[in-house]
């Protein structure tokens, strides 16, 4: 297991058991430590990987060896992780920063409820069955099957930062009407009402044209007494908390799944949308400070 987990970081140690340097050190003298680090290619440290005339084919000498390595990694905050694309040259850096320590301001003072904040975006599934990963025997070969076309519906959500109950709403389209429709879902939960205690609610978008459309800006500005629109930089969705969410629903709740049609879909999300939101609901005994 720990050689799996190790992978290709560990193909750049040789074994230690036997005498004389490992070939990656008589080449450069760089330490097995370093090996986690990169830096032979010309791509990022953290994906570089050695050639594979220098990978040690032969027996391992140290079994306990690559254990230590993932054990190493572990104990300097390394992590198996998953790069992402990203639009080179696009992103300036000095407005994420700046950006990004304003975002973590919001949510202390939604962590003590001085504020509401959501984290809105837009996304859209398919009829044609989301793959996800998932258990089976070693060798097994995993189908789905799935229509010659599919049809999509677009989802238009916000996200509670402090509660992480998601707000959907669905459509067959993605253009700024819908997403004034969406708006009017937040007049019903989070919008001034006789009796309800009103908070300021900060509302993080990225600047897509349905945002920006001059429908969109107006809806805005009349809901400007109580909602603030905080906007994101151009490509940085790493910003938006909704983003793993949109991951987590089609991973966990439509995966796997062939639906007939646009309407057996939108009913799935919807049912999909209430489970999530039960699933993170606090116990009603534990709000009370009551044991299960």
């Keep these: ?89 696009r992103q300036k850096a000095d407005e994420i920063d ?6 973590r301001l919001r949510q202390q003072q939604a962590a003590a409820g001085d504020i509401v904040l959501l984290y809105g975006d837009e996304s859209e599934a398919l009829t044609h069955p989301y793959l996800a990963r998932a258990w089976a025997k070693s060798g097994a070969d995993l189908r789905v099957p799935a229509p010659g076309q599919a049809k999509n519906v677009a989802m238009l959500g916000s996200l509670n930062h402090a509660t992480r109950e998601l707000i959907v709403q669905t459509s067959p389209t993605k253009r700024s009407s819908d997403f004034v429709a969406h708006l009017q879902q937040l007049d019903e939960a989070y919008g001034p009402k006789p009796g309800r205690a009103a908070r300021p609610v900060v509302l993080v978008e990225d600047n897509g044209p349905i945002h920006t459309s001059k429908l969109s800006r107006a809806a805005l500005a009349a809901r400007a007494h109580w909602l603030t629109v905080e906007w994101l930089p151009k490509y940085a969705p790493e910003l938006n908390d909704i983003e793993a969410v949109w991951r987590d629903l089609k991973a ?11 309407d057996a879909l939108d009913h799935a999300i919807h049912a999909a949308v209430h489970a999530r939101n039960q699933q993170r609901r606090p116990h009603s005994l534990a709000r009370r400070g009551i044991s299960a």
């Design 98 to 103: 700046r950006v990004g320590l304003r975002l």
């Design 252 to 262: 966990h709740h439509l995966a796997h799944q062939t639906f007939k049609d646009s």
């Design 1 to 89: 297991m720990a050689q799996r987990l190790c992978g290709r970081w560990c193909c750049c140690a040789a074994g230690a058991g036997g005498a004389g340097s490992s070939p990656v050190e008589e080449r450069g003298g760089v330490a097995r430590g370093d090996a986690l680090a990169g830096g032979a290619g010309g791509g990022p440290a953290q994906l570089d990987h050695c050639p594979a005339a220098h990978r040690d084919r032969g027996p391992r000498r140290g079994a306990d060896q690559p254990l230590a390595i993932v054990q190493g990694a572990a104990k300097k905050k390394f992590r198996w992780r998953r790069p992402r694309h990203t639009l080179k040259g």
